[in-house]
């Protein structure tokens, strides 16, 4: 008697947990996010720079690839803006360019969308920065 129960039991909580969409997009805040192109070009392995978005405070920080950064953000709907940005001032031979596309993408980004695990930065039409 108790068998049927459990098979059906079962058999319910296989449909709920299929039903559900394993690869969700991270959010945008609470996340660390890597750099892994800017202005177009692919970042070599070489360069790990990384974005954190405070889920409680409007400040984030990360590495640019060779310097800690931090910067104050704004956030409405899909319009994302940095302002402030100050890092540390260790010269890194090989990174410093990548470095500095990246804070530049970083303080001219007007819009975001995250599609596919990647996060977009955008001013107008134009692609800034891709990070996953």
């Known amino acids: 008697m108790k068998f049927p129960f ?3 039991a079962l058999f319910t909580l296989l449909l709920v947990n299929c039903d559900k969409n394993t690869t969700e997009d991270p959010d945008l805040t609470d996340y660390t996010w890597t750099l892994i192109s800017v202005n177009g070009k692919t970042v070599p392995d070489s360069v790990v720079a ?3 978005l ?3 405070q409007p400040v984030c920080n990360g590495s640019g690839g060779c310097n800690v ?16 940005l100050i890092s540390t001032e260790i010269a890194c031979q090989g990174k410093m360019n990548w470095e500095m596309e990246f804070f530049h993408a970083l303080l001219n980004c007007q819009t975001y969308t995250i ?7 955008s001013a ?3 692609i800034l920065a891709v990070l996953e």
Do not use: I, K, V, W
């Not at 953000?73 to 302002?83: A, G, H, K, P």
């Not at 599609?115 to 930065?121: I, K, T, W």
């Open 124 to 126: 107008g039409s134009e």
């Open 69 to 84: 950064y931090g910067a104050d953000y704004m956030l409405s709907d899909n319009t994302l803006t940095f302002d402030n």
């Open 50 to 52: 990384t974005l954190y």
């Open 54 to 56: 405070s889920p409680t």
């Open 115 to 121: 599609q596919d695990g990647e996060l977009r930065l």
């Open 6 to 8: 459990l098979l059906s």
